[in-house]
């Protein structure tokens, strides 16, 4: 049977809240050794996934001014000037550059403090893409490629958070053995989709790759094409290789 997200998901999720701030977000991914975490509400629903990605563009956002810094501006002085003169230069351009944030936090309606003030809620990306535990692990890993996300918060059916879901949550799937499985091409697979047919079936199987083999007898052939599409829906399929034939006159056998 497929797996699904709540059997690989992690329950002992760190997380965030809205006004958590930027330095303790740091600290939390680097304390975890994770790259993101979700962010919520006081009723643990998520609002929000805050990244490295998101922060570092913050931080980019902060030094991406080509205003002269006061190293450049000092560098700029004429030769021979006294170094009290640079303090000074130093210490007026200082002042500017705190008037200036105070005026932009102003008008941002933020508080005017010494560092630009960052929290969770506003480093995080919204709205948050999510996952219920029920998911095919599958149909999870379509939606983390259609969105471009390296994690899906896993939540119940009250948008609460339960887990996390990481690719390589998700790719614990294709550690499954060849001989796993096998077993289950062969002994659920191939029974419920082609009835007496199959067992004239055999099922070979090389890292991940499924080949199925043989003759299919003239009016027990099931249901091929949904007997290849179910064996592809196996966890840890990567491929179906179709060998099997069917009597002349039965139709053509579907391909891989």
Same mark, same amino acid.
């Given at each position: 049977?497929?797996?699904? #997200?709540?059997?690989?998901?992690?329950?002992?999720?760190?997380?965030?809240?809205?006004? $958590? =701030?930027?330095?303790?977000?740091?600290?939390?991914?680097?304390?975890?050794?994770? @790259?993101?975490?979700?962010?919520?509400?006081? &009723?643990?629903?998520?609002?929000?996934?805050?990244?490295?990605?998101?922060?570092?563009?913050?931080?980019?956002?902060?030094?991406? $001014?080509?205003?002269?810094?006061?190293?450049?501006?000092?560098?700029?002085?004429? =030769?021979?000037?006294?170094?009290?003169?640079?303090?000074?230069?130093?210490?007026?351009?200082?002042?500017?550059?705190?008037?200036?944030?105070? =005026?932009?936090?102003?008008?941002?309606?933020?508080?005017?403090?010494?560092?630009?003030?960052?929290?969770?809620?506003?480093?995080? @990306?919204?709205?948050?893409?999510?996952?219920?535990?029920?998911?095919?692990?599958?149909?999870?890993?379509?939606?983390?490629?259609?969105? /471009?996300?390296?994690?899906?918060?896993?939540? &119940?059916?009250? &948008?609460?958070?339960?887990?996390?879901?990481?690719?390589?949550?998700?790719?614990?799937?294709?550690?499954?053995?060849? &001989?796993?499985?096998?077993?289950?091409?062969?002994?659920?697979?191939?029974?419920?989709?082609?009835?007496?047919?199959?067992?004239?079936?055999?099922? @070979?199987?090389?890292?991940?790759?499924?080949?199925?083999? /043989? =003759?299919?007898?003239?009016?027990?052939?099931?249901?091929?094409?949904?007997?290849?599409?179910? $064996?592809?829906? #196996?966890?840890?399929?990567?491929?179906?290789?179709?060998?099997?034939?069917?009597?002349? /006159?039965?139709?053509?056998?579907?391909?891989?």
């Amino acid at each position: 049977m497929a797996r699904i #997200v709540g059997e690989v998901m992690t329950r002992d999720v760190v997380e965030a809240h809205r006004e $958590t =701030s930027f330095k303790d977000v740091v600290r939390l991914l680097d304390r975890h050794r994770v @790259s993101g975490l979700p962010v919520v509400d006081e &009723d643990d629903k998520v609002i929000g996934v805050i990244s490295q990605t998101d922060l570092l563009r913050r931080r980019a956002g902060r030094t991406g $001014t080509t205003a002269p810094t006061p190293a450049r501006r000092l560098r700029m002085l004429p =030769s021979g000037r006294p170094a009290r003169w640079a303090g000074s230069v130093r210490a007026a351009w200082t002042a500017r550059a705190a008037r200036a944030l105070r =005026s932009s936090a102003r008008a941002a309606g933020r508080p005017a403090t010494g560092a630009y003030p960052a929290t969770a809620g506003e480093l995080m @990306s919204t709205p948050a893409v999510t996952v219920h535990p029920e998911q095919r692990i599958a149909d999870a890993a379509r939606v983390m490629e259609r969105h /471009g996300v390296d994690r899906l918060p896993v939540v &119940d059916e009250e &948008d609460r958070l339960i887990g996390i879901a990481t690719r390589s949550d998700l790719l614990r799937v294709f550690l499954r053995t060849d &001989d796993a499985i096998r077993r289950e091409v062969r002994g659920e697979v191939l029974p419920r989709t082609l009835g007496p047919s199959a067992a004239g079936v055999s099922v @070979s199987v090389a890292d991940g790759m499924v080949t199925l083999r /043989g =003759s299919l007898e003239h009016g027990h052939g099931g249901d091929l094409a949904l007997a290849i599409r179910l $064996t592809y829906r #196996v966890d840890g399929v990567i491929g179906v290789v179709n060998r099997l034939t069917v009597p002349a /006159g039965s139709g053509p056998v579907p391909g891989p």
